[in-house]
């Protein structure tokens, strides 16, 4: 897409081109991540004022407004080219601790998105809650934070909000303080995610021992001279993977997944399966390309980081598929997708080589499809959500017949599971097209056959869920459906119509990803 | 490679001696079980119920208000001692107070939160109480 706008945009959208009449100062580039805090900080002040008002309508408008207003920003600084190469090249701020570009907007978009959803869909959600303000306030933060670990450069500072996400995730998944099975999760995702955490802070002390700096820049350029130190950046580098795979439930810190996202509250499971999981695709994307930069001195170490990702990607991605097969909980099925989902995801670091002609692209459609992910995975938790605020019940058995009492509901549901598929009038076919037809470029075809055969698998367990909805007879458990809760029908219908709306708009989508990809092997 | 044999010679030295004092007084010291030797050592005082009791958790939010201050206290220290240095070199003053506000003022928002929704308030448990009472009775 043509990054030089034309004159009708405003002077202020020329914020980091120094080309506009007046532009914007420099910290105005972390906007969208200000917005969130700002948000946050007003609802724990909400709270203060009126600490025992049980209605959460104020709260979830103040957080929603929040995400939108963040998710403006960083759709409107996307659209005009900031932290692109052809406007100036990339922010830098903190002395290069954050940097603000295509990657780190595009994906605090797909966070920003994800969290208005989901805090509108709490409002019904939560309705009997006795502290809301809580919730929402643990929800902006860690969206705030993700969207910090999106623009993070320095090791110090991706530490630091990975654990401005991990902290209030664990909170958010023992949420439902009397139910068992919340409290069960979060006690299992917060032992996981300590652990994951240490190695993950091992691995960037032994990167920093090997490298003396944290700055991913500096690290990048002590990597062609490590000498007798290679063999410590590589246990470094190995052991950072792990934490990688923690935050985007992939093989081998997967195991969390499907017992966190079916304990949790099912806003909370669409929140951390849809925006966390993208914001550590964001972090991993931009420490393996700036820092470990697949230029031969990686290799040359003896860890060929691309390989590593694609034994990684194909395991998860069968694994998550086959295991989603079996289930009998549609809740726990999705974990299970949500897994293959970042089996696929990897693609876009598995399907790289050093001097590949369509390395950007790969990444690319990888970055499109979390993208799309985001809104057809989030509305199809949330329709869950729907289901367990009736009470109907959380097998397929159980959701027989939902299309007789919700039909509108059961459509957007029956989008999702197509569009989750790959099926082709939907935008999650477009993204693993894309996905497919970059890895076949760059030389890699087995891993789109691979993942090509995982889809038609999913394609089974998918339309397990439509049958059950539209065909199966409905049962007596369907008298529970007796509220028509808005706000939570409101979000997944506008999930759905965007999943539907990103089939014309899926153009300006992969160009804005695949230059933000490509921007990054520059 | 010489330093790691020595390493190596103390380490052996190290484990061997404990280990060897240990068996040696196993085998020429008389067995004499006695229920004073196997007690927990408690500075003389007899010990008294078991170490696996559950804390009240009003402990924990008092230590987690406590750690409020206590970082605010750490990341303080190195902006006070620059601030008059900075000051004469400079840089303006609203640079210097501004982000060291914003930061306090964020601490503030949580810590007044976290005080008008009663982590401070230090409620009795009914059972506790029940509790303790019937311990203390004859």
Redesign the interface.
């Known amino acids: 897409m043509s990054v030089q706008q034309p004159s009708t945009v405003e002077p202020l959208a020329a914020l980091p081109a120094q080309t506009g009449a007046a532009p914007l100062p420099e910290w105005t580039a972390l906007g969208p991540v200000l917005a969130l805090v700002a948000a946050g900080l007003l609802l724990l002040l909400w709270d203060t004022v009126f600490p025992n008002r049980r209605t959460n309508t104020e709260l979830s408008v103040i957080a929603a407004v929040g995400s939108l207003a963040a998710l403006a920003l960083s759709g409107w600084y996307l659209a005009a080219g900031t932290g692109r190469p052809a406007t100036g090249g990339a922010i830098t701020l903190f002395a290069e601790a954050i940097t603000i570009d295509g990657l780190a907007l595009f994906f605090t978009a797909i966070v920003a998105s994800v969290t208005t959803l989901v805090v509108v869909a709490s409002r019904d959600y939560l309705t009997d809650h006795e502290t809301p303000g809580e919730f929402y306030s643990l929800v902006v933060l860690a969206a705030a934070g993700m969207a910090l670990l999106a623009s993070a450069s320095s090791l110090a500072t991706i530490f630091v909000a990975l654990e401005m996400v991990s902290l209030p995730s664990y909170a958010l998944v023992a949420y439902l303080k009397e139910n068992r099975g919340s409290v069960e999760a979060g006690l299992k995702y917060f032992l996981v995610g300590a652990v994951s955490s240490a190695i993950f802070v091992f691995g960037i002390s032994l990167v920093y021992a090997a490298t003396g700096s944290l700055l991913l820049s500096d690290v990048a350029a002590a990597f062609g001279d490590l000498g007798d130190l290679a063999g410590v950046a590589g246990v470094g580098v190995v052991m950072m993977i792990a934490g990688f795979a923690f935050k985007t439930a992939s093989v081998p810190v997967h195991f969390w997944a499907p017992e966190v996202y079916e304990g949790a509250p099912a806003p909370v499971s669409a929140f951390l399966s849809s925006a966390s999981k993208a914001a550590g695709f964001a972090v991993a994307f931009r420490v393996f390309t700036e820092a470990f930069h697949l230029g031969g001195e990686v290799t040359a170490v003896g860890i060929d980081w691309a390989l590593v990702f694609a034994v990684l990607a194909v395991v998860t991605m069968t694994l998550g598929n086959f295991a989603a097969a079996v289930q009998t909980e549609v809740k726990r099925m999705l974990a299970y997708s949500s897994i293959g989902h970042a089996g696929y995801a990897l693609i876009g670091l598995a399907a790289i080589s050093a001097g590949g002609s369509h390395n950007g692209a790969v990444m690319g459609a990888s970055m499109a499809h979390l993208f799309v992910y985001g809104f057809m995975n989030t509305g199809a938790f949330l329709f869950i959500a729907m289901v367990e605020r009736w009470g109907v019940g959380r097998t397929f058995e159980d959701y027989a017949g939902l299309g007789t009492v919700a039909p509108m509901a059961s459509v957007a549901m029956t989008v999702f599971m197509f569009s989750l598929a790959g099926l082709p009038p939907f935008g999650g076919f477009f993204s693993k097209y894309f996905l497919f037809a970059g890895a076949v470029f760059n030389g890699f075809w087995w891993l789109a056959a691979v993942g090509a055969l995982n889809s038609v698998l999913s394609l089974y367990y998918y339309s397990r869920v439509v049958k059950a909805i539209w065909i199966e007879d409905p049962t007596d458990a369907l008298a529970a459906v007796d509220s028509r809760p808005t706000a939570l029908y409101g979000a997944v219908i506008v999930a759905a119509v965007a999943t539907v709306v990103v089939l014309p708009g899926f153009g300006p989508v992969i160009e804005t990803a695949e230059a933000a990809a490509t921007a990054l092997f520059g | 490679m010489s330093d790691w044999i020595a390493i190596g010679a103390l380490a052996v030295v190290g484990i061997g001696i404990p280990l060897g004092m240990m068996g040696v007084s196993a085998l020429l010291r008389p067995s004499v079980p006695e229920q004073g030797k196997r007690t927990i050592y408690e500075s003389g005082e007899v010990p008294t119920g078991s170490a696996h009791i559950r804390f009240n958790i009003q402990y924990y939010m008092v230590a987690l208000l406590f750690l409020v201050f206590d970082i605010e206290t750490v990341l303080l220290f190195p902006w006070v001692v620059i601030y008059r240095p900075a000051l004469n070199a400079g840089v303006p003053m609203a640079r210097l107070l501004l982000p060291m506000l914003a930061f306090v003022g964020?601490l503030t928002?949580?810590l007044?939160?976290a005080w008008?929704?009663g982590a401070v308030e230090w409620m009795s448990s009914p059972r506790a109480m029940r509790r303790k009472t019937e311990r203390n009775q004859p």
């Open positions: 964020i928002v949580g007044v939160w008008r929704n």
